[in-house]
Nanobody, 126 residues
């Protein structure tokens, strides 16, 4: 059974940094695409960042230059480093995995991912 567990959320001030981690169990994800999404109250879940098995990365315009996604395959962990946080970054952040192996496609929509974590709350105060 594939499970994703996010950790690292919390409450910070604008301009601060946070690092989110997602540990994947039940599957060797070294050839999978991993992604981070977020959902604010009353809004739809939106794409944040993705990393391919090649370690190529792609970001939403709203976080480009501030967030960094990375992966540690031996540890089955994907990390989202968030710097220069803004109040509009406040949301529940979800880790997601696409089970299509060795894919070169940049996946930015919810329906393209097969497995999801439960999410971790990030709150940024002004």
């Amino acid at each position: 059974q594939v499970q994703l567990l996010e950790t690292g959320g919390g409450s910070v001030q604008a301009g601060d940094s946070l690092s989110l981690s997602c540990v994947v169990s039940g599957r060797d994800f070294s050839t999978d695409t991993l992604g981070w999404f977020r959902q604010a109250p009353g809004k739809e879940r939106e794409f944040v960042a993705t990393i391919l098995w090649t370690k190529s990365t792609y970001y939403a315009d709203s976080v480009k230059g501030r967030f960094t996604i990375s992966r540690d395959n031996p540890k089955n962990t994907v990390t989202l480093q968030m710097d220069s946080l803004k109040p509009e970054d406040s949301a529940i952040y979800f880790c997601a995995l696409d089970r299509t192996r060795l894919s070169w496609e940049i996946r930015t929509t919810v329906d393209q991912y097969s497995y999801w974590g439960q999410g971790t709350q990030v709150t940024v105060s002004s």
